[in-house]
């Protein structure tokens, strides 16, 4: 029997989504080269996030305005999306349930900051994918979140798990069901079986 899902929970029907660890950075640089405290990097745990073009490289995520995360992303205009696994799993939910107005996010959770190719955001060293972004726009319907599109202007993984895709066998990433609750893929891999044309 199929019930009725309350609307407020009609999300978790498309879950699971890959958890991910984007980090921000705000522009107030002291003389010294310095972060002033307002603008260190912070890290917010994002899982409404999808590509949505190949040519050019881009993708999309959905913010609430009211994050810290998202005043940073407006000063700095850059991003990077890091890939997590399910051993990061309290490292992420620290990061989706604590704000980086009040806290520096990589003291607390241990996670490491690294620099990143192109962008001067940092990478998290502990995660096992990265990819670099600035802020291409932004979409704001009044809902309550808005659409950040991101230029895609590096990626890279750890090629032991990731070779055009991840080597499910080998990896177990890390994915969010909703709230404090996470699953993973199974260590299994299979094709789709093509339908003969007659
Ligand atoms: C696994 C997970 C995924 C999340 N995904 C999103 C998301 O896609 N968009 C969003 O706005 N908040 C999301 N959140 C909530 C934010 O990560 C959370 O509010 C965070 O504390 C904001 O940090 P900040 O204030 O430092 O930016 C998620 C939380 C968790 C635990």
Not at 145 to 151: A, P, T
Request: net charge positive; charged share 25%.
């Amino acid at each position: 029997m199929k019930e009725d899902v309350n609307l407020i929970n009609f999300s978790s029907l498309l879950h699971p989504f890959q958890g991910t660890l984007l980090t921000t950075m705000g522009t107030d640089i002291g003389k010294d080269g310095e972060h002033k405290e307002a603008s260190k990097p912070n890290i917010i745990a994002i899982a409404w996030i999808m590509p949505v073009s190949t040519t050019p490289p881009a993708l999309v995520f959905a913010i609430r305005k009211e994050r810290y995360s998202y005043k940073l992303l407006k000063e700095n205009g850059e991003f990077a999306v890091n890939i997590v696994t399910r051993n990061l799993k309290d490292a992420v939910f620290y990061c989706g349930t604590k704000s980086g107005k009040n806290c520096d996010k990589f003291k607390e959770t241990g996670l490491t900051p690294e620099k990143a190719k192109f962008i001067k955001v940092p990478i998290i060293k502990e995660c096992i994918a990265h990819i670099e972004c600035s802020v291409r726009g932004i979409i704001d319907e009044g809902l309550d979140h808005v659409l950040v599109i991101g230029n895609v202007i590096s990626a890279y993984a750890d090629s032991e798990y990731f070779d055009k895709h991840w080597k499910t066998k080998k990896i177990n990433l890390l994915l969010h069901l909703g709230g404090d609750v996470f699953t993973t893929n199974e260590n299994s891999e299979f094709k789709a079986t093509p339908k003969s044309s007659s």
